[in-house]
């Protein structure tokens, strides 16, 4: 069973910068979609930013302009820049990837990110 492994996470102060990255532990096949969700506490997941296999890009409002996506195909893995940290971007984020006819989602076990002085 292929797994999804996120890194990159940890403490940062305001206004700083991570970068995760989601790797699979082994091939998949036809990955469709990248993407990227987060849950802080007490909330619902959301969606934080989507990369399809052509390369295009989706993100949430609250984070345009701060985070990219971006994905290395030959190593399946996709990565998430996040730069401007505010308290508010605290959360555990997933990676998932959706691949294969009919379709297939694989998510992480998520990476804590966490954004304090």
């Known amino acids: 069973q292929v797994q999804l492994v996120e890194s990159g996470g940890g403490l940062v102060q305001p206004g700083g910068s991570l970068r995760l990255s989601c790797a699979a532990s082994?091939?998949?096949?036809?990955?469709?979609?990248m993407a990227w969700y987060r849950q802080a506490p007490g909330k619902q997941r959301e969606l934080v930013a989507t990369?399809?296999?052509?390369?295009?890009?989706n993100y949430a409002d609250t984070v345009k302009g701060r985070f990219t996506i971006s994905r290395d195909n030959a190593k399946d893995t996709v990565y998430l820049q996040m730069n401007s940290l505010n308290p508010e971007d605290t959360a555990v984020y997933y990676c998932?990837?959706?691949?294969?006819?009919?379709?297939?989602?694989?998510w992480g076990q998520g990476t804590q990110v966490t954004v304090s002085s």
């Open positions: 998932t990837f959706r691949a294969g006819v009919p379709s297939t989602d694989y």
């Open positions: 082994g091939r998949i096949f036809s990955i469709n979609v």
């Open positions: 990369m399809s296999s052509s390369g295009r890009t």
